[in-house]
Structure formats: structure tokens, C-alpha cells
Nanobody, 112 residues
Framework: QVQLVESGGGLVQPGGSLRLSCTAS????????MGWYRQAPGKQRELVAR???????NYADSVKGRFTISRDNAKNAVYLQMNSLKPEDTAAYYC??????WGKGTLVTVSS
């Protein structure tokens, strides 16, 4: 069974940066599309960024130019570098592998 563990969340001031990490168990990581999603209170979960096994990426319009997704297949890890953070980026951030495997999330709060 795949297990995903996110880390790196926390409290940051507007304009600051955070780097989220997600590590995965299992041997299928390198062949899987990995994604970062977020869910703010009272809102639906939404895609933030996604990276395919071949390294192609796509981003939500709201984070383009500020966030960067990357992966390290040797470490079974996917990362989300978040720069120029805004209060509206406040949410629980979840890692997803493939179509159905989710982590438990890490909370990001952007506030002064």
C-alpha cells in the first residue's frame, strides 16, 4: 500500500517562502504522476501543481510564476517550492500519487 507523508508547512509572513516535501513508499513512484493540491476552509480541494513521470509540469493560474514543483525519483520525493506567498495561499496542502493515493496534508498559513 502506498503511503505519502507531507512536511514543510507552517506559518509564514506574506511575501515569504516555504518548501513542501512529500515522500512516498513503494516502487511505483518514478512511474507516477505526482500532484500537490490544497484545500482552504470552506472551499473545495483544488489542484496546485502536477508533475508527470517524464517531468512535464502544469500549475494553477493562481500560483504560476510563484510556485515550482519538482521531483527526485531516487528519493521517492516530490517538492513544492512556494515563493511570494499570499494570505490566499493559506490552506492544507496535500500530496497525491496517481489517481487515488493521498497524503494526510500539511498546513500552510500565510499571515502577518
Amino acid at each position: 500500500q502506498v503511503q505519502l507523508v507531507e512536511s514543510g508547512g507552517g506559518l509564514v509572513q506574506p511575501g515569504g517562502s516555504l518548501r513542501l516535501s512529500c515522500t512516498a513508499s513503494g516502487r511505483i513512484f518514478s512511474a507516477s504522476t505526482m500532484g500537490w493540491y490544497r484545500q482552504a476552509p470552506g472551499k473545495q480541494r483544488e489542484l496546485v501543481a502536477r508533475i508527470t513521470s517524464g517531468g512535464s509540469t502544469n500549475y494553477a493560474d493562481s500560483v504560476k510564476g510563484r510556485f515550482t514543483i519538482s521531483r527526485d525519483n531516487a528519493k521517492n520525493a516530490v517538492y513544492l517550492q512556494m515563493n511570494s506567498l499570499k494570505p490566499e495561499d493559506t490552506a492544507a496542502y496535500y500530496c497525491k500519487m496517481g489517481a487515488v493515493s493521498w497524503g494526510k496534508g500539511t498546513l500552510v498559513t500565510v499571515s502577518s
